[in-house]
């Protein structure tokens, strides 16, 4: 990592409260409310975004799940939809 780039995301780190300096050291702790930021942050990016963005560039339907969840049901829905704001805006492929 470039050090000006570090420095740059430390501050902006601060900044929203997700990390303090640890007393005059240069070492940083993430607070308990940044730290559930940043977790839900990273799970909304790998469990909802990417397998999201993934499923709109499906070439032909999926037969689906053999006995579908609520939890399917309601992703499905969620793919059909996403699928249906990037054709509006000229992402979908």
Aim: hydrophobic share 40%; proline share 5%.
């Amino acid at each position: 990592m470039v050090p000006y780039r570090a420095a740059y995301d430390l501050k902006k780190l601060r900044g929203k409260k997700i990390v303090h300096r640890i007393g005059q050291t240069q070492r940083y702790e993430s607070l308990p409310r940044g730290l559930r930021a940043m977790v839900a942050l990273l799970v909304l990016r790998n469990r909802a975004i990417k397998p999201l963005l993934a499923g709109t560039q499906e070439q032909r339907p999926s037969r689906g799940a053999q006995n579908p969840s609520a939890f399917d049901r309601h992703y499905d829905t969620i793919r059909t939809a996403m699928r249906g704001v990037f054709q509006e805006l000229g992402v979908a492929a």
